[in-house]
């Protein structure tokens, strides 16, 4: 599935990082979906867990005396994980306007509007995969409420391209984010979007228990 706007390297490095996240408790979430192409994958990720969790699987315990529970050739899968649901947060409506913060002479492509995607066309996408655990939000980041995100988090990518889109995703996600969660931000160290690592960087400075690795244009987020 191509994106032209994260690469196959960066694709690939956001599914790794979310399957690590699969035995964390809580929620995907996504803040900037653009196309819904990352966010199929990534909605496919979570129903293959969630399928896995359900299958039967094979019974070890060979053993006729006492000690054996069941004579069953198979008994009930021992994972607890309850389903999860990806949610994707997007205005649908291209991008906001830009701040000082995001000011590059590189990024003159990046205005107002620009990457404009409608709901219906991700709506269609994610019924086309058969997805069913996907909860898509639209409204602009900061119109949403507490009762918007999920209550526990355990892995966000956050693609909002500007400053303040990354700035008030980050607010969002930090205080429902799982200890051992992990957040991803799009477009660091990107000449074009300069506004992504500002806000990145801000964050870092009031939240040092978080620390920073950055893979390609990924910066990865979590706790010490």
Not at 57 to 65: A, D, G, P, Q, R
Not at 125 to 148: E, G, S, T
Not at 165 to 191: C, F, W
Request: some cysteine; aromatic content about 6%.
């Amino acid at each position: 599935m191509q994106n032209d706007q994260v690469t196959p390297k960066e694709t690939a490095t956001i599914l790794e990082l979310a399957e690590r996240c699969l035995p964390v408790a809580g929620d995907f979430v996504e803040l900037g979906c653009y196309r819904g192409d990352t966010s199929v994958l990534l909605g496919k990720l979570l129903a293959k867990n969630t399928l896995a969790c359900g299958k039967a699987v094979e019974n070890l315990c060979k053993s006729t005396n006492n000690e054996c529970k069941t004579s069953a050739q198979a008994v009930e899968n021992p994972c607890k994980t309850p389903p999860r649901h990806l949610w994707i947060y997007d205005s649908f409506a291209g991008l906001p306007d830009k701040t000082t913060e995001d000011t590059s002479g590189a990024g003159q492509n990046f205005q107002a509007g620009e990457l404009f995607v409608t709901k219906r066309e991700v709506v269609e996408k994610i019924r086309r995969a058969n997805l069913h655990n996907v909860i898509i939000k639209k409204a602009w980041f900061d119109d949403l409420a507490d009762r918007d995100l999920p209550s526990q988090i355990a892995f966000a990518f956050l693609d909002g391209d500007l400053y303040g889109s990354i700035k008030t995703s980050l607010k969002l996600v930090a205080p429902r984010l799982h200890e051992q969660g992990i957040m991803i931000v799009h477009d660091y160290n990107n000449p074009e979007l300069p506004g992504s690592s500002r806000a990145v960087d801000e964050f870092l400075r009031a939240h040092p228990e978080y620390r920073l690795q950055v893979r390609h244009t990924l910066a990865i987020l979590r706790k010490s």
